[in-house]
């Protein structure tokens, strides 16, 4: 069974400042990690992805995420948070298995500071 | 391509009633997916077609719940004799199998059940 952990459901950042999100993962087979964004009353949006490959992971509105298999670890960051980034974040895992159904984690809520 | 269409947004109705939501897969996809999302959590895996062939449902879909993919198109997904625990966000998703992981979700239908 595959398993996602989000450490802090809340995280508040300065405009400007480094967004760092956090995700953890469990699988017993070699996974495909995401993060998607959500916005109040939307559906999820994909940020940026990793299957194989390069490990860091460039998405859009300048995120990304590298794959640390050791640490079983697909953190998410920003260099420079802009207010428009505050919405919640999910990171989610799916195996190569036939089903490739996504397992989320709880997500965290973004909020940026002017 | 217009996306995930998901119908209706919205849907408020009373303990023990049937509701059906629709959604609209992107036309080339040939998978789709539900998914059940409660307030402060992250989506959960409910069913997933490929093609006209539902071929996995999670624990969480019970008896009173039941969805279809006709001709391998369009999908709904039928609530009978709602409970106030059936409140949720209902979301789809649909991707083509080998596309690299091209999951795209629709907006959603929040059900409201009173």
């Known amino acids: 069974a595959q398993s996602v952990t989000q450490l802090g459901s809340h995280v508040s950042v300065s405009e400007g400042a480094l967004v760092l999100l956090r995700c953890n993962y469990s699988?017993?087979?070699?996974?495909?990690l995401f993060w998607y964004v959500q916005y109040p009353n939307q559906g999820l949006q994909l940020l940026l992805k990793?299957?194989?490959?390069?490990?860091l992971v460039k998405g859009i509105n300048g995120f990304e995420a590298e794959f640390k298999k050791s640490e079983t670890s697909f953190h998410l960051t920003k260099p420079s948070a802009h207010m428009s980034d505050a919405a919640e974040y999910f990171c989610?895992?799916?195996?190569?298995?036939?089903?490739?159904?996504?397992?989320f984690g709880s997500g965290t809520q973004l909020t940026v500071l002017p | 391509d217009t996306g995930v269409s998901q119908d209706p947004r919205h849907k408020i109705t009373k303990r023990g009633q049937n509701v059906t939501f629709r959604c609209d897969p992107i036309?080339?996809?040939?998978?789709l997916y539900w998914y059940r999302q409660t307030l402060g959590q992250g989506p959960e895996f409910l069913t997933y077609?490929?093609?006209?062939?539902?071929?996995?449902k999670s624990r969480l879909l019970s008896d009173r719940f039941s969805a279809e993919r006709p001709k391998g198109s369009f999908s709904t997904l039928e609530i009978q004799r709602t409970e106030q625990g059936d409140s949720a966000m209902y979301l789809c998703?649909?991707?083509?199998?080998?596309?690299?992981?091209?999951?795209?979700f629709g907006s959603g239908t929040r059900l409201t059940v009173v």
């Open positions: 077609f490929q093609n006209e062939a539902q071929l996995e």
């Open positions: 036309s080339e996809h040939n998978r």
């Open positions: 998703a649909s991707t083509l199998i080998d596309s690299n992981y091209g999951y795209t």
């Open positions: 699988s017993s087979v070699p996974p495909y």
């Open positions: 989610a895992v799916s195996d190569a298995g036939s089903a490739r159904q996504l397992t």
């Open positions: 990793y299957t194989t490959g390069a490990t």
